[in-house]
């Protein structure tokens, strides 16, 4: 009997040191609950790097189709965007690479100060043979008078004046015309839609309406302008060194 006891009590201070079912339900379950929460974890992390991906595809910068202008489209993998001017035999000429890698805005501006220039020297080219070598107000009948160089300092004020004044105020209405104002755009920007040259000034409709002609004009106009300001540039020096007029050295 004694020993049935002694049994017994050990058998029960045993079951007392053993684990429980529901100790191991409470472990089974927490660590099921740190799985899911790093599952979860995961899960949202790779929903958000996929946002960041797609947030980086919307991000791409939008570029506008060309503005087509006189039946010309900017087109940046051809010289000076695509602009007429290249003239056989020599084509493309731009040694010194002034317009090499020319965004559009370069572009433009490289070209309105061309035919700027090539306007103004077509002008003087005119100047020089007709103030020096005609009758005028000024000096009368004698064709063979002031040279061009030195006629200017010998203009009264009060026909230089009104002079100068028409010219800043061509130069005015030109700027408002073609280029962006202060302020309301980058500095040195043309405007949008405007071709390099082209003011609206064309009193007697020379403008053609087809795009290749168009072109075609414009090239003759660049070629006769590129001529006459080497012209105007030899009529200068060649007067500064032997002080006679352009006829007059040639004898007329």
């Known amino acids: ?68 202008i006189n039946g010309w489209a900017a087109d940046a993998s051809l010289p000076m965007q695509g602009l007429p001017g290249a003239v056989a035999p020599l084509g493309f000429f731009d040694p010194l690479g002034f317009s ?21 020297a077509m002008m003087a080219t005119l100047g020089y043979l007709i103030g020096e070598s005609t009758p005028t107000i000024t000096y009368g009948m004698d064709v063979h008078h002031t040279i061009a160089n030195n006629q200017i300092p010998e203009v009264p004020g009060t026909v230089l004046f009104p002079f100068f004044l028409a010219i800043n105020i061509a130069e005015a209405l030109r700027a408002s015309t073609g280029w962006v104002e202060p302020g309301m755009g980058p500095l040195f920007s043309l405007r949008e839609t405007y071709y390099p040259g082209d003011i609206g000034f064309d009193p007697i409709g020379l403008k053609p309406k087809d795009a290749k002609d168009f072109a075609n004009m414009q090239t003759k106009e660049l070629s006769n302008g590129r001529l006459a300001m080497l012209a105007a540039a030899g009529m200068c020096v060649q007067e500064q060194v032997n002080g006679q007029g352009i006829l007059e050295n040639l004898g007329f």
């Open 1 to 68: 009997m004694m020993k049935l006891a002694i049994t017994s009590l050990l058998i029960g201070s045993a079951a007392a040191f053993a684990p429980s079912a529901s100790t191991g339900a409470s472990s089974s379950a927490l660590r099921m609950s740190e799985t899911t929460t790093e599952e979860t974890t995961t899960t949202n992390g790779e929903a958000i790097i996929a946002g960041e991906a797609d947030a980086s595809v919307e991000e791409s910068p939008f570029v506008p189709a060309p503005v087509t």
């Open 100 to 120: 090499k890698n020319a965004d559009l805005n370069t572009a433009k501006r490289l070209r309105e100060a061309e035919v700027m220039h090539g306007r103004v």
